[in-house]
T-cell receptor
Framework: AQSVSQHNHHVILSEAASLELGCNYSYGGTVNLFWYVQYPGQHLQLLLKYFSGDPLVKGIKGFEAEFIKSKFSFNLRKPSVQWSDTAEYFCAVSRHSGGGADGLTFGKGTHLIIQP | SQTIHQWPATLVQPVGSPLSLECTVE??????LYWYRQAAGRGLQLLFY??????ISSEVPQNLSASRPQDRQFILSSKKLLLSDSGFYLC????????????FGQGTRLTVV
């Protein structure tokens, strides 16, 4: 079975600071990778995803993530954060085989607080 | 466009009472459907998934069950709730063969007292 580890449970940054949230996964086969975000009072929504191809993927709101296969990592980055980025961030994987129909495995999440 | 409806938004139930949470998806056919539970500091845990009517797979043994009586309807149930069933329950759907990208409902906050 696959597992996902997010290194930081709580991160506090000032506006305009750079952001990097770590994510590592464990699985013996090929995975699809995702970052989801949950803003306060809102539903979980997709930030970005990686299935194949260019390991550097760009998502919404200026976020990007890099898949490093040798490190089993998919870290999320943003060069300059804004107060509106305050949210809970989740890394997730699905098994590539079977088209991911058997669901996502999530990390425990990172609570990001941006101070104005 | 596709939408997912999940209700109720909040629920307070006594220990030992039954549970029924309903989720419906509009604007798509033959979706994969999921129930997740989100606990503070523990991320989202997959409880059940379904790839078709009447087809239910359980990921974690527990006091809950799921059913899919119609193509776009997914129900989470319990005959007798336990205190440990308290949590935030999320329904989600994905497109068959699309790699597992899931779209989530607003969730139900269940408190068992």
């Amino acid at each position: 079975a696959q597992s996902v580890s997010q290194h930081n449970h709580h991160v506090i940054l000032s506006e305009a600071a750079s952001l990097e949230l770590g994510c590592n996964y464990s699985y013996g086969g090929t995975v699809n990778l995702f970052w989801y975000v949950q803003y306060p009072g809102q539903h979980l929504q997709l930030l970005l995803k990686y299935f194949s191809g260019d390991p550097l993927v760009k998502g919404i709101k200026g976020f990007e993530a890099e898949f490093i296969k040798s490190k089993f990592s998919f870290n999320l980055r943003k060069p300059s954060v804004q107060w509106s980025d305050t949210a809970e961030y989740f890394c997730a994987v699905s098994r590539h085989s079977g088209g991911g129909a058997d669901g996502l495995t999530f990390g425990k999440g990172t609570h990001l607080i941006i101070q104005p | 466009s596709q939408t997912i409806h999940q209700w109720p938004a909040t629920l307070v139930q006594p220990v030992g009472s039954p549970l029924s949470l309903e989720c419906t998806v509009e604007g798509t056919s033959n979706p994969n459907l999921y129930w997740y539970r989100q606990a503070a500091g523990r991320g989202l845990q997959l409880l059940f998934y379904s790839v078709g009517i009447g087809q239910i797979s359980s990921e974690v043994p527990q006091n809950l069950s799921a059913s899919r009586p119609q193509d776009r309807q997914f129900i989470l149930s319990s005959k007798k709730l336990l205190l440990s069933d308290s949590g935030f329950y999320l329904c989600a759907w994905s497109v068959m063969g699309a790699g597992g990208e899931a779209f989530f409902g607003q969730g139900t906050r269940l408190t068992v007292v």
